[in-house]
């Protein structure tokens, strides 16, 4: 019981997880060449914590076709947590006929938050 005095310690500890990172992807299915898919989304942090420094840094989409990387995407957050983003896939030789894309959305991390990558989803093209 009581008070000893001892050596000073650094140590670091690691920055925590946004909630989750929803998105809405218009449309699901891109039927006309060049296809084209908007995507919007809001980074939900956790209870407790205060949007202003939460609510900073950058969002990027990436869209693959099997193992390849067909577009890439970005957005910066803005006030309320919320971003948003159009790709545009113009190239035919990397989207042929018609199939599925794969989408995944990664936050890129700040000041207050680690990155975080959420679970890919699929849209289709054709």
């Known amino acids: 019981s009581g008070t000893a005095q001892g050596v000073g310690a650094t140590f670091k500890t690691r920055k925590s997880s946004i909630a989750g990172l929803p998105v809405t992807t218009s449309p699901h299915h891109a039927v006309k060449f060049p296809y084209s898919f908007k995507f919007t989304g809001k980074i939900r942090v956790p209870k407790g914590t205060t949007n202003g420094a939460a609510c900073a840094g950058n969002v990027s989409i990436l869209i693959k076709r099997g193992k390849k990387t067909v577009a890439r995407g970005h957005s910066g957050i803005f006030a309320g947590c919320g971003w948003k983003t ?41």
Not at 102 to 122: E, H, L, Q
Request: cysteine-free; aromatic content about 12%.
């Open 86 to 126: 159009t790709v545009k896939l113009s190239k035919r030789k990397a989207v042929p006929g018609h199939g599925k894309l794969s989408v995944t959305v990664r936050f890129g991390g700040n000041g207050v938050f680690a990155p975080f990558a959420d679970k890919p989803f699929t849209v289709r093209y054709g």
